[in-house]
């Protein structure tokens, strides 16, 4: 049986849908097609070349590759005043010798009567120490109660750069293959991001994101260890203008963290999640 197509529906239901996916974009900071987690929102979604922390995987497949052993995950309740809506993720990474890794990540955004969850598998290659690659093939799903669902497959890259030291590069792709869901095409994104370690505790990141067909994103975010175990993140965005700011902290293998911002026109949206190393 032929699902209906969930964008062609009668003109009142269409309008709260794509004002919801609108919302949901603008929350996503015009990074993901799903909301961002803790230290996303924290540092404004400037993380394309933040090696070394997992949830920007999501962003940048080749960050996969400079992980190691960890898992994530982080969720978002209804901060933004619509009843019902939440948006959670979860990813794990596994490097299995000093060139290849691998990861998994399932995420999900849900709002009423409307749905959307994908899930991918990552791989990262390090053919020599300045440079990592990387790839994630996703599987997108939408549903909307009493009108059906669709899926589509999508295929992201992403490549990490490290042309100096304290000094990295990262640039990536979302849906290279211009996949379609439900007779219409899903977003293409390019990004292309700059990291700087200031010093041994202090980083800061800069991002330019580009949904095609859209204006040009920008972010600068800046974290630094302020104490061995407590971090502190900030961020800036344009398009939507956002500013953030949040915290992680850190006890043995495990790290808490909080990411809150506020992004016009929408208001404050908060983040929790926490993090494990093995």
């Known amino acids: 049986m032929r699902l209906p197509n969930l964008l062609k529906l009668p003109h009142r239901r269409k309008g709260w849908i794509v004002a919801m996916l609108f919302l949901v974009g603008k929350i996503a900071i015009a990074q993901s097609s799903v909301a961002p987690g803790s230290t996303e929102t924290a540092l404004s979604g400037a993380g394309v070349a933040r090696a070394g922390e997992l949830p920007f995987a999501r962003v940048n497949p080749a960050i996969v590759g400079t992980v190691g052993r960890r898992a994530y995950a982080s969720a978002s309740p209804s901060s933004l005043g619509i009843a019902g809506y939440v948006d959670g993720s979860a990813v794990a990474t596994l490097p299995l010798d000093s060139a290849f890794s691998i990861g998994v990540n399932i995420e999900g955004v849900s709002g009423a009567s409307y749905h959307q969850v994908r899930g991918g598998g990552m791989v990262a290659f390090r053919p020599d120490w300045f440079i990592t690659l990387g790839a994630t093939v996703w599987l997108n799903s939408v549903s909307i109660d009493g009108y059906g669902s669709a899926t589509a497959p999508t295929v992201d890259v992403g490549v990490l750069v490290r042309p100096a030291a304290g000094i990295r590069i990262g640039g990536a792709a979302t849906n290279i293959a211009r996949t379609q869901l439900a007779d219409e095409p899903l977003p293409q994104t390019l990004a292309f991001g700059f990291a700087f370690d200031l010093s041994k505790s202090t980083t800061l990141s ?35 203008t956002n500013f953030a700011l949040g915290f992680g902290y850190r006890f043995s293998d495990f790290m808490v963290e909080y990411g809150g911002a506020w992004v016009n026109p929408l208001g404050l949206r908060h983040s929790v999640g926490v993090g494990v190393a093995w």
Do not use: A
Request: proline share 6%; hydrophobic share 35%; net charge negative.
């Open 206 to 240: 800069v991002d330019m994101n580009n949904q095609v067909g859209h204006s040009i994103s920008t972010s600068l975010g800046f974290s630094t260890w302020l104490l061995p175990e407590l971090m502190v993140r900030g961020g800036v965005g344009h398009y939507p």
